[in-house]
């Protein structure tokens, strides 16, 4: 391979690395956005409105982790105290486990001030309008 071609395969490689990184501030931009638009209850997938409805009844869950606490590491839902969101599984279907569906509500159990899905195991959220 010639040094030219070498140096416009490493040009090509830092391209892609510069988008990439745009892309991803981009991405957490959007995220931002995402919080202030809102999806209607009745707009979730049909599983994501019973677990929904769930949440308000107390249960029951299938998971032994939902109603856990949510930590909120990635820092993408509004500040609150540690204990503040708890998070549920929403069925993905042809998942083995879990899945990558979630509905994170912030407030008391079954009188949530807030809910939101996240249909990406948390890359993403959008609030919940009943």
Known sequence: MSLLSRFKLVFAGLICAVTLVSGLAIAKNTVAVDLQASLSVADLPKPGAQIYARIHQGGPFKSEKDGVVFANR?????????????????????????????????????????????????????????
């Open 74 to 130: 990635e820092r993408l839902l509004p500040a609150h105290p540690r204990g503040y969101y708890r998070e549920y599984t929403v069925p993905t279907p042809g998942a083995k486990n879990r899945g990558i569906r979630r509905i994170v509500c912030g407030g008391e159990p079954q009188k949530p001030d807030v809910c939101y899905y996240s249909a990406d195991h948390y890359g993403s959220f959008i609030r919940l309008k009943p």
